[in-house]
């Protein structure tokens, strides 16, 4: 339980991190953030990077904004960070209830939000979150900053658009209307377990209808995502038990669901029909 | 602590334990606090089954293999009955590899970081053979072979059969059957196993430090193996960090560790980390329990066929062999039920799995989940409540002789189901379960009442055939000249409190304050020679011996006391630290007899000097008991089950100190529960552990273990001599079968069962999704499957 050899880096700045990152990033450099999926990954020598650029000392990648529009998340931000809510907008409570459900406090005092996306754990909540708001990632490299739609940013398990080079610097969480309505709901087996299945519901409630609605499903496929199938059969109707049940269903349909040696495709299919009508009840 | 008051006995009080402080401290001593000039790390098999063909090591590495352990024996503990077949496990492998996690090469550096590094680049080259993992499939035909001692793969075989057994069967009214399968799990200590092995220059002589339970037992089973004088030996068992029966097997690394210290002259530990506990640091509890028990009209059982498939693992345990877990099932089945005629079959299976050891409950958790299981099917068919048919069928006359032919003590079988009963308020339930079934909620209630055999001597043993018999327990109590007590026992606890309770039992003798007494354990210079402590046995065995060796000092005290203050010995009394002449102020400390009794024996004719005596203690055993009650709700969408209340009335005699009798209960039921729904080691089709951290093997946290309310009987007990019962185990033994027969209630409307453990939320969901079609008696709209 202890890692293979490595060198450390601590740069100061952004611009070092990345220049760092640049030069080890063939020898199997990586970047260390808050260290809760890296390094129990490297106690048991399934990573064995021979660089690690910790960019804990990096004080402006600690930094949260918001423009009015968005709200931008730098790569030192970590989950306890959204304990309560941080902007006073729905997102900042959508934010709150989903932070909650991740792992444990101390994990979440020291975990990053940058760092759960370019783990791309299926089952992390943050992956979730991104994918169903619609979320822009800004990736930097020597070669310069380019920005990665959540959709496409997310490739698999523990597989991103990310070159073994780019450090994820910030994330870009677009602010919600005020009458938007979510719902979260998560299943494991214990309480702070990485998810078997989540759902993630937000939609605007206009005149009595459920409208501009993203429907995310978590830790049932390779990735997560957005569900059309079941978004369709929620936007233009009134929230209600049976349209809830209906999305439900479609999403329970629509998912390709991992399987493992314990859990059948069936079973997971189960438990998203589950998780999405509790995260639609939840809205109502 | 304040003084004993006059007449107030220290034994029955929540005195607290006086081990805490050092250990909440953090001023705790365990054996991985231990520096080391060198320090091992084993390379492990990564296949099941196969034949070695290389170990190639980096050049220069220091690295062990059987070829360099030629003088030393293999573990290959005997059984002289059962048709057992000895199989030898050497300390590396040798050749052949068993199991996933097989020591292969033991890797030495001067770190511990050093040593994982060349470990990890240590190659193997193993050629695979066929691997056999589930324990019912290696009785197949064409099953390959673990062993080739073992042909069949049955390493040992019991059976039983009552004379009249098949005109009972013939008498039937209705025979209720159930299949039982508990998958396999690992106890999962705080602190895995470890190891330091020490060198001393002067002497010639090892110490070896270990996180075991049987610190005599090892020092003698090591020196055998190794063909050392076992005088040379010491081993230390220093704070331990739960134990649960994993630390008292012979570890293979230990006697490594010995070995190197032996041959190099130096220092050398291992601290086996969380995989590899999980992997190789012993298993327990798979086994198929296959149960038909025959009814009369009235619902009473009156036969009862068995058989058991006890899955071994690759190799026999030491000291307990691979007999412990079928031959205690056989034995053990019938429980605290009244029927005469019984069947059983058990069989230890050998497969290419981890070696199972004992873990707390032993067997039984599974016997009660099958019995439980039954009598809940019979309560079923017969249209009776789970109270009256447990009720008919409890054992009420004591002593009572089982259908295998134990004799079960004084016990209150039908008093605590009563108590559980009444403060359940079972029809209360029923309208509450009825009312949330109606809104789609499924609320189940499961009971499961046990006996708990405790506090066994060397006859047990015997019967099992055991080449060693660990029954018996010495304690040697002395009191200094400052007036200090010391209580030498061969028990060695590793969590239980023994420093506490045997204290409390000598404070009673002595008229003294239980922190006057230290209870010294766990180093075979200091302590006598003695068996550890397991099977809930060191309160009644350990403990009866401390008040046999106590009442021999306190007679001595009173004696010279006698002389002392002019008194007929009757007429003094010992308290507060002094002996008193009664109704006088006369008196005499403790010390000043002790100093007497030491520096002025020459006065004192027919006394003998000194202030030490021995206590010997080897009882026939006694049986404990209690009655659990689960509460839980089914998401029947999940499959996810929530304990929502837990009971349990609990009787193990007279009880020495209640907050230490409630902790062990309390410990046990979060094991069980554990054990009930979540803890499973899974291997896949090759004999690859699936679950080799806790991210994969989930035990319970607080957050699943509810409160649990607790109510005490007091059946004390005649076969012990503080009438004290153990308790150590009832917890893990009773609680699955409580749990999982809630979850069969909760679903009866359904028409599934789930007779397996852990009740994983996948079996469940399984179960209720192979319906054809939603119960009748509420349909998808109200939360149907
Ligand atoms: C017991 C336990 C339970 C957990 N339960 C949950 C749970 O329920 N839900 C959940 O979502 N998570 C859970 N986690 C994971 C936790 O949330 C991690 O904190 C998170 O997945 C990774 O964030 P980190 O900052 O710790 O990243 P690190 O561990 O430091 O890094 C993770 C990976 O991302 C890379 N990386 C990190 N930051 C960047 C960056 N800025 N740019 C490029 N690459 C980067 C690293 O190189 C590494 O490959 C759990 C962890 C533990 C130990």
Redesign the interface.
């Known amino acids: 339980?202890?890692p293979?050899?490595f060198i450390r880096h601590v740069p100061k700045t952004l611009d070092e991190a990345v220049r760092i990152l640049g030069a080890v990033a063939a020898e199997e450099g990586r970047v260390l953030a808050g260290g809760q999926s890296l390094v129990p990954i490297m106690a048991?020598?399934l990573a064995k990077p021979a660089h690690l650029v910790d960019i804990n000392e990096i004080a402006e990648l600690g930094r949260m904004s918001n423009d009015g529009k968005m709200l931008r998340i730098g790569a030192l931000v970590r989950h306890a960070a959204f304990h309560k809510p941080v902007v006073d907008n729905p997102l900042g409570h959508l934010l709150a209830a989903v932070a909650r459900a991740i792992a444990h406090y101390p994990i979440r005092l020291r975990g990053t939000f940058c760092g759960s996306l370019a783990h791309a754990d299926p089952s992390a909540e943050w992956c979730l979150v991104a994918a169903t708001l619609d979320a822009t990632l800004v990736a930097h490299s020597t070669r310069g900053a380019r920005t990665i739609a959540a959709r496409d940013f997310f490739q698999g398990i523990m597989t991103t658009a990310l070159a073994e080079d780019e450090l994820l610097a910030e994330v870009r969480l677009p602010l919600l209307a005020p009458d938007t309505r979510f719902g979260f709901n998560k299943?494991s087996?214990?309480?702070?377990?990485?998810a078997m299945s989540a759902a993630l519901a937000v939609y605007r409630l206009q005149d009595g209808k459920m409208t501009d609605v993203h429907l995310g499903v978590g830790g049932a496929e390779p990735s997560p995502r957005r569900i059309p199938e079941a978004e369709a059969v929620l936007a233009g109707q009134a929230p209600g038990d049976t349209v809830f049940r209906a999305a439900a269903e479609a999403a329970a349909q629509a998912v390709e669901a991992m399987e493992d040696?314990?859990?059948?495709a069936?079973?997971r299919r189960?438990?998203v029909?589950?998780v999405v009508r509790r995260a639609l009840e939840q809205s109502a | 602590m304040s003084t004993q008051s006059k007449g107030m006995s220290w034994v029955g009080r929540s005195i607290r334990r006086l081990e805490d402080p050092a250990l909440v401290t953090g001023r705790g001593y365990f054996t991985g606090d231990l520096a080391a000039a060198h320090w091992v790390r084993f390379v492990r098999s990564p296949v099941a089954a196969g034949r070695i063909v290389k170990i190639g090591a980096p050049e220069s590495a220091m690295v062990i293999t059987a070829a360099n352990l030629a003088s030393v024996k293999p573990i290959a503990p005997l059984l002289h009955k059962f048709n057992y077949k000895p199989v030898a496990q050497p300390i590396l492998a040798d050749g052949v590899v068993r199991f996933v996690g097989e020591p292969v090469a033991a890797v030495v550096a001067a770190s511990e970081q050093e040593a994982e590094d060349i470990a990890d680049a240590v190659v193997l080259t193993i050629d695979e053979t066929a691997a056999i993992v589930d324990g019912r499939a290696a009785l197949a035909a064409d099953a390959p072979q673990v062993h080739a001692t073992v042909p069949g793969n049955v390493i040992v075989e019991g059976a039983h059969k009552t004379d009249g057994f098949d005109a009972a069967w013939a008498r039937a009214h209705r025979i209720v059957t159930v299949e039982a399968r508990s998958h396999r799990q690992n106890a999962t200590p705080m602190e895995p196993r470890g190891g330091h092995a020490a060198y001393d220059a002067a002497s010639g002589r090892i110490t070896l430090t270990c996180a075991t339970q049987m610190p005599h037992l090892m020092r003698t089973a090591i020196a055998d193996l190794i063909g050392m004088a076992e005088s040379d030996l010491r081993v230390i068992a220093p704070d331990v960090g739960g134990g649960f029966g994993q630390k008292m097997s012979l570890a293979a690394e230990y006697v490594l560790l010995v070995w190197l210290a032996r041959q190099y002259k130096s220092s050398f530990a291992w601290r086996e980390d969380r995989r590899e506990n999980l992997i190789a640091g012993f298993h327990a509890r798979d086994q198929y329990l296959t149960l038909a028990g025959a009814f009369d009209a009235d619902a009473k059982l009156i036969a009862l066929k068995a058989d058991i498939i006890a899955n071994v693992g690759a190799y026999s345990c030491f000291p307990t062999t691979a007999g412990i877990e079928p031959l205690m099932a056989m034995a053990e089945l019938p429980g605290p039920y009244d029927f005469r005629h019984y069947e059983c079959r058990a069989r230890g299976v050998v497969t290419n799995t981890c070696t199972i050891a004992p873990y707390r409950g032993v067997s039984r958790p599974v016997n009660a989940f099958g019995l439980e299981r039954l009598m809940d099917k019979a309560a079923a068919a017969f249209g009776l409540d789970v109270v009256e048919i447990r009720r008919r069928n409890l054992v009420d006359r004591f002593p009572y002789t089982t259908a295998y032919g134990l004799e079960l003590d004084e016990a209150s079988y039908r008093q605590t189901l009563d108590v559980v009963a009444k403060a359940i308020d079972l029809p209360a339930f029923r309208a509450r379960q009825s009312e949330a079934r109606a809104q789609g909620r499924h609320l189940g209630i499961g009971f499961a009442t046990f006996c708990e055999r405790t506090g066994y001597g060397t006859a047990t043993f015997v019967e099992r055939g055991m080449a060693i018999t660990p029954g018996w327990e010495t304690v040697v109590v002395s009191v200094d000249q400052s007036g200090l007590v010391e209580a030498r026992i061969g028990a060695s606890p590793h969590g239980q409190g023994l420093r506490t309770t045997l204290a409390q039992i000598v404070a009673d003798e002595l008229g003294i304050s239980p922190d006057m007494i230290k209870v010294v354990h766990g180093d075979t210079d200091r302590a006598p020679y003695g068996w550890g402590t397991f099977a809930s046995r060191s309160l009644v065995i350990s403990g009866g011996a401390t008040l046999i060796a106590a009442r021999k000092v306190r007679t001595k005290l009173l004696k010279l006391a006698s002389h002392i203050l002019e008194a007929a010995p009757h007429d003094i009394v010992l308290e507060d630290g002094t002996a008193k002449v009664i109704g006088t102020d006369r008196s005499v400390p403790i010390a000043t007899l002790a100093h007497e009794a030491h520096t002025q024996s020459h006065l004192y004719d027919g006394i003998e000097p000194g202030l030490t005596d021995e206590g010997f203690y080897d009882p026939p055993g006694t049986f404990s008991n209690a009655c659990h009650v689960a509460i839980v709700e089914v998401d029947i969408e999940t499959g996810q089950v929530k304990i929502e209340k837990f009971l349990v009335a609990e009787d193990a005699g007279r009880i020495i100190n209640p907050m230490i009798a409630d902790g062990q209960v309390h410990g046990g039921v979060a094991q069980g529960i554990g054990n009930a729904l979540l803890e499973e080691i899974i291997y896949d089709d090759t004999g690859t552990i699936l679950t080799a951290s806790l991210a994969d093997y989930l035990p319970p946290t607080a957050r699943d273990v509810p409160e649990i309310d607790m109510h005490h009987l007091t059946t004390p007990s005649p076969n012990s001599v503080t009438e004290a019962k153990g308790l150590g185990e009832g917890g893990t033994i009773g609680a699955p079968a409580a749990v999982i027969n809630a979850i069969n209630d909760a679903l009866v409307a359904f028409g599934v069962t789930i007779d397996e453990i852990p009740a994983t939320p996948q079996r469940i969901r399984a179960a209720l999704r192979n319906l054809s079609s939603p119960s009748p008696l509420w349909g998808a709209e109200k939360g149907g499957v």
């Open positions: 339980m202890k293979a050899p048991f020598r299943f087996r214990r309480a702070g377990d990485f040696h314990q859990t059948s069936d079973y189960d438990l029909r589950a």
